[in-house]
């Protein structure tokens, strides 16, 4: 079934305490490509600066992604540069280049309006209310966010996206942040109540967790014993989510929870290798074998008192 | 089959944002007493002051747990006080007046001699060796401990309970500072190198993970809408964890994980009243309803892909 991502591509400079890259292909939508291209592929809504690497197009539109609505203006791609810290969960930001990514405006092409599955990385809210507008009939929007339009000046076109999205995806700070409630039980509630069908709070090493008329499902962090580079790990997890609902076609709670240690698992699959390299050679059978994994880290038989 | 457990009795006086209580029952052996009453009758090793409620005696003995190891001396009882913070995690201990705890000599009544499930409670890990010194056969001993003991001057009796123990029970602080890894799977790992068949480390609201032969079995926290009082919480998984194991006697991979299970539902139910009152009234009913939650949360069918 169709899918559909709007975000970002950018070019990385990223330090961790035992190794450092620069310029790595990076951003929402370039780790949304790579995950997609192996379950379900995508339309891709992006923009990147004459000085993208003609390679990473090449990555970006492999396993049969469509580029159509990859935006190729003058000027330089969107930098970002960080560095982890010893825990590889904290991180300093470096430096920031918007560069075309600063007037980006999504325009879909005619051809991606029939869209059903949509992908709403983190971008201006006004701007993934514009997305929005231009597909027909969407069956599943899952929007991401940031602390940054958690404030005033956007509050209100956020919202509103939330109540133009099947699933939310937050993180455990953003969810505190948006609901004002620290309990995250209540800060889901909240946040179902501006109108999300779902919320998916996402809790770093502690995992995943989704709320919805069914209750709360959760699904555990894999127990890595090396990770390379985090980044990125985020929309990964939103990728192998939204990619394993589009491929199935089927947004039931069965289904959910099964999309969710999908994207758990393309989530820890991420974070084993710098940029979006981990994807580079995977298989269905290794992403299977990944989600097996998941079900033996959880898995107990009935308990009778 | 025979339960006992060696630790604390004291009397609390917790301080959160919300309540403040003065002197309620505390200490590890009173939260193993309190959950082991409704699984698997305990033995009891523990000391208290000639100022101890005769009430608290009661409790203590409440559902066929066995008070003869409760010694009873001249002098205070143990008391702590203790601050939660706004998160409900983070605490700041007020006051700690070992009293008659300082100079507790674990003195096992000839009776207990043949006890097969032994759970050490945090105390001086000489003093955990002089319990297993007076054990026939111990089926499984599981032990607790805590940074204190991780120092110079103890880590060598430190080490030789862990060598004597089928399980040893940490939290993610703990088995970072016994092993020097910061990475949790590197961290079990090195414990069990120590002599320990198998590892628990509690991560408070991600969780608890089991680290054994047959890899990583990873419970869940049940999410509370409201903590009322964390304090016990630790204990509480510990003792449902082992009376499961003692009430079953069954010590099988298959069992621990259920027991893991069992523990993270009485520790989920610890917290959610002052001391050890959410047991007064609990029914196995209500326990294995908990435990059902907890498999409702981590559920989902296979996937393929």
Known sequence: ???????????????????????????????FCAVAGLLS???????VGDDFPEEHVELLASGGNDLEGLQRVQ??????????????????????????FETFRPQLPASYADSRYIFLANILPSL??????QIDAPKCVAS??????????????????????????????????LSGEHNLVDAAESIIALGA?????????????LFDQEGIFWAPAF??????????????????????????????????????IVGSATGSLAVEAFS????????????????????QLTRFSPIAL
């Open 1 to 31: 079934m169709s899918l559909l991502v709007v975000g970002s591509v950018a070019l990385d400079s990223v330090e961790t305490p035992f190794e450092k890259r620069e310029e790595i292909l990076g951003g929402s939508a370039s780790f």
């Open 41 to 47: 592929p995508t339309r891709v809504v992006a923009v």
């Open 75 to 100: 000027g330089r791609t969107f930098r970002w540069s960080g560095r982890y810290l010893e825990n590889m969960v904290d991180r300093e930001t470096l430096d920031t280049q918007l560069n075309v």
């Open 128 to 133: 993934q209310l514009d997305v929005l507008d």
């Open 144 to 177: 991401d966010t940031m602390n940054f339009w958690i404030t005033d000046a956007h509050i209100e076109a956020l919202k509103r996206v939330i109540a133009r999205s099947q699933v939310v995806i937050v993180n455990d700070e953003e969810a505190r942040l």
């Open 197 to 209: 069908d779902r919320v998916i709070v996402k809790r770093g090493d502690a995992g995943a967790m």
């Open 223 to 260: 127990p890595l014993r090396r990770v390379v580079d985090p980044t990125g790990a985020g929309d990964s997890f939103a990728a192998g989510f939204m990619a394993y609902l589009a491929r199935t076609d089927d947004i039931s709670p069965a289904n959910m929870r099964r999309a969710m």
């Open 276 to 295: 979006v390299d981990r994807f580079r050679t995977l298989t269905l059978d290794q992403l299977q074998e990944r989600c097996q994994a998941f079900a």
